[in-house]
């Protein structure tokens, strides 16, 4: 979090804090990344490595990614995140290899300092605007109806007649971002949680 942006990057300093270096590389991120997607990530791959010789990381962290995919989708109760603490603990404590021990470090260290966003998920909604299945793309009444966006909508998604304000039908749209990067009048926002499919197009004001 930004409130520890001046630890020193070195080994003590960072396990102190439940992170650890090792891979050779540094993330940066910032409010536009969701932390239950990137532990959900960062376990993804962990989960992956597993050899599989013991239960703990072999079982543990398979139902670990289970939950956090449960929170990102928008499907999970308070209860998961208890069993989500309660789970990446006990992996921690019971796997043999310092992979094990050290898969859940993602989840605990989010859960320490952005319990938030977890909170957040538990009410479907995803702060960072990530997660596909919490978000929606809407478009605001700062839009000249120039059918730009429409045009590159891989799946046909927008409503767009010209001069009037357009619309997404949040029903056929698959969250590609690419309407939002296209508009030149900035005026395709990410909305958490979704609305309505499909909105009631307004015309636009001369």
Do not use: W
């Amino acid at each position: 979090p930004a409130a520890l942006a001046d630890t020193p990057v070195d080994y003590e300093a960072l396990r102190e804090l439940g992170a650890i270096m090792g891979s050779g590389g540094l993330v940066v991120l910032d409010d536009t990344d969701c932390m239950v997607d990137v532990a959900r990530y960062f376990l993804e791959f962990t989960q992956q490595e597993s050899c599989g010789h013991c239960t703990f990381c072999r079982v543990g962290t398979r139902k670990l990614l289970d939950l956090l995919e449960r929170l990102c989708a928008g499907k999970a109760a308070r209860r998961d995140l208890d069993e989500i603490e309660m789970l990446a603990t006990s992996v921690v404590q019971g796997s043999l290899c310092g992979l094990g021990k050290t898969a859940p470090n993602p989840v605990l260290t989010t859960l320490r300092y952005f319990r938030d966003e977890y909170e957040a998920h538990l009410e479907g909604r995803c702060p960072a605007g990530r997660c596909k299945s919490l978000i929606a793309y809407h478009v605001t009444r700062d839009c000249v109806g120039c059918t730009l966006c429409a045009q590159h909508c891989p799946v046909a998604a927008i409503e767009a007649t010209p001069y009037q304000q357009h619309v997404i039908d949040a029903e056929l749209c698959t969250r590609c971002d690419a309407c939002r990067t296209t508009c030149p009048e900035k005026a395709i926002t990410i909305v958490s949680p979704a609305r309505p499919a499909k909105p009631t197009p307004q015309p636009h004001a001369a």
